[in-house]
């Protein structure tokens, strides 16, 4: 094979073509089937998305009635599937056990092992209806809480923060929430999504692709950096305390968390922009305009020392602690808002295959005799 030249992390790669989404920087874009998601996320919910990915065009009334009903049917999890949760050590991180119980799932599906689309979109609505009650209940095990039973009469977004909080929600908490799930839906190619892809062209079944998708998505680098943000914020604990903090950060050369992306890199984020107004509105109706402010006195001091811009985790954190959502929750959440995108992924994956097997730049020693 020939000199080719090497791209560490892939970046530039062109790895498959999509008709998923497509992230357009220089147009601050985010292109889902055509739609820009901010302006899908600002006109419409979080099922509307659902139904655009997975059957391609956004639904009616009756469309979107049918995609809710049936998420509601498959709302329940296999009997005695809490026991799995029990079992594990207390000290378990939310995102493993989530990982286990997508995994167990597998052997619950008489469709597992069909790879036509008719079935993967069945097993991906699957995933998706039964993951709130995985990621709020799997929690509550853990925590020797009694679990929270899905409420049929909520709107699906609506009844997983109410699984996960044990409150019905306000109707800015349940607008907020499921805005977050649309930003975090879907985004082109991340090392989850590829993970999960990558997986699939083994013509893997779906839950074996979400599994590693999980795996990929707990790292810091990608899922986990807004469980970190919301540290940082409390350890900051005012807006001064903020400044004293970041300063003493870029001093002794830390990274922080929450600033700058892969793709973004001249610009903000813009699911990061519409975050923060999110946060602003939620901050104002709960008295925590101090929160606000210490986000923007951040984003302020990093911009204008590191050139950096907020990414979507660092306005989604606090904005998930106004929520009164568990810090250990926040990456879950992310994969519990991916489940869409991925399960598009792997759909797409499926119907047009091509197994992947790239090749190496070797740079090890030659020539060598035992």
């Given amino acids: 094979m020939g000199e080719q030249q090497v791209k560490a992390g892939l970046d530039g ?31 419409k919910n979080y099922l509307d998305l659902v139904h655009l990915l997975f059957e391609g065009s956004l639904p009616d009334q009756q469309g979107r009635l049918s995609i809710e009903n049936a998420l509601k049917k498959e709302y329940a999890l296999p009997e005695n599937f809490f026991n799995l949760f029990s079992m594990l050590p207390k000290e378990t991180h939310a ?15 008489p469709q597992i092992d069909d790879r036509s689309t008719a079935a993967n979109r069945n097993k991906a609505l699957k995933v998706l209806a039964k993951i709130p009650n995985i990621v709020a209940n799997s929690y509550h095990t853990l925590q020797e809480e009694d679990p929270v039973p899905a409420n049929p009469g909520l709107p699906y977004s609506t009844n997983f923060l109410y699984m996960i909080t044990g409150k019905e929600p306000t109707n800015l ?10 930003v975090y839906s879907e985004h082109e190619m991340p090392n989850s999504t590829f993970t999960a892809r990558v997986i699939a062209s083994t013509n893997a079944d779906i839950y074996g692709a979400m599994t590693g998708a999980i795996s990929s998505l707990k790292g810091p680098l990608h899922g986990g950096a807004n469980e ?4 940082m914020l409390l350890e900051a604990e005012t807006v001064d305390g903020m400044s004293k903090l970041l300063h003493e950060k870029l001093r002794n050369k830390e990274r922080v968390m929450g600033f700058g992306h892969r793709v973004y890199m001249k610009k903000m984020d813009p699911r ?10 939620l901050a104002v109706e709960k008295g925590r305009e101090d929160l606000y402010d210490m986000c923007q006195r951040g984003e302020d001091i990093i911009r204008e020392e590191k050139g950096l811009y907020p990414n979507l985790d660092y306005y989604a954190a606090p904005v998930y602690y106004l929520l009164n959502i568990p810090i250990p929750l ?11 995108g ?21 740079t090890g020693p030659r020539g060598l005799h035992p």
């Fill in 13 to 43: 790669v062109i790895a498959t073509d999509t008709e998923i989404s497509y992230l357009d920087v220089e147009n601050e874009e985010i292109v889902l089937k055509g739609y820009d998601l901010i302006e899908l996320a600002e006109k």
């Fill in 95 to 109: 995102m493993d056990a989530m990982r286990t119980g997508i995994s167990a799932l597998a052997g619950y599906d």
């Fill in 173 to 182: 908490e349940a607008e907020t929430f499921d805005q977050s799930l649309m």
């Fill in 228 to 231: 970190a943000v919301m540290h």
């Fill in 272 to 281: 990061a922009l519409l975050m923060k107004k999110a946060l602003y509105k």
């Fill in 330 to 340: 926040y990456t879950p959440i992310f994969f519990a808002a991916r489940v869409v």
């Fill in 342 to 362: 991925l399960g598009a992924h792997v759909i797409e994956q499926h119907d047009n295959n091509r197994l992947y097997r790239p090749r190496v730049h070797y």
